[in-house]
């Protein structure tokens, strides 16, 4: 069964520190992988999402992530933070039609 | 162009009565999903439409049902209230079936 892990609730960064959020997945065949964040009162927004090929994904707002099948990983970061990116990142492991979601980490970005 | 409009965005009801949620695809879009989001149990999916038709369905009881219009419209319905039915309810809409999914900002339910 496809099942997602964020090891980590809560992370807190300082302004312009480097990020990498971190998901695990389980999935039977060629994973479908996607990162989502969602503000306090929004819905969410697609970050990035990983199909086939190349195995680094670049996203909007900066974000990237990186593939790997033989750790079962798909870790999102970000060089340098922003105050605006404070919210709650979701990892998912695909089909879209069907997606499965890990519990979620809460950024906290300090000034 | 406009987004995925849920409405009613907040709603409060009481245990044992129903209620009905509705969401508004981005033009052009004939597939829309509905998740459930609560702090214990996170996002789950509960259920996908396409042209009006069911595709799939997550593992949540008979209480939750939903349909698709021909304008790609889509409502869901719980009956039969439950405290633990208190969440926030999004809706994501593509274009197809399996395409890359837009959410709704949601419609947030509290069962007193």
């Known amino acids: 069964a496809q099942s997602v892990t964020q090891p980590d609730i809560h992370i807190t960064v300082s302004e312009g520190a480097s990020l990498e959020l971190r998901c695990n997945y389980s999935?039977?065949?060629?994973?479908?992988l996607f990162w989502y964040v969602q503000s306090p009162g929004q819905g969410l927004q697609l970050l990035l999402k990983y199909f086939s090929g190349d195995t680094l994904v670049q996203g909007i707002k900066g974000f990237e992530a990186e593939f790997k099948r033989s750790q079962s990983s798909f870790n999102l970061r970000k060089p340098s933070v922003h105050w605006s990116d404070a919210a709650e990142y979701f990892c998912?492991?695909?089909?879209?039609?069907?997606?499965?979601f890990g519990a979620g980490t809460r950024l906290t970005v300090k000034p | 162009k406009a987004g995925v409009t849920q409405t009613p965005r907040y709603l409060i009801k009481t245990r044992g009565q129903q209620v009905t949620l509705s969401c508004s695809p981005i033009s052009g879009h004939r597939s829309v999903s509905w998740y459930q989001q609560t702090p214990g149990q996170g996002l789950q999916f509960l259920f996908e439409y396409f042209s009006e038709t069911q595709r799939n369905k997550g593992n949540f009881p008979g209480r939750f049902s939903g349909r698709q219009f021909s304008n790609s419209r889509s409502e869901m319905n719980v009956s039969t209230l439950e405290l633990g039915d208190s969440a926030l309810y999004l809706c994501a809409s593509s274009i197809l079936a399996g395409e890359t999914q837009y959410f709704g900002p949601g419609t947030r339910l509290l069962v007193l």
């Open positions: 998912a492991v695909g089909p879209e039609s069907d997606m499965r």
């Open positions: 999935y039977g065949a060629t994973p479908y």
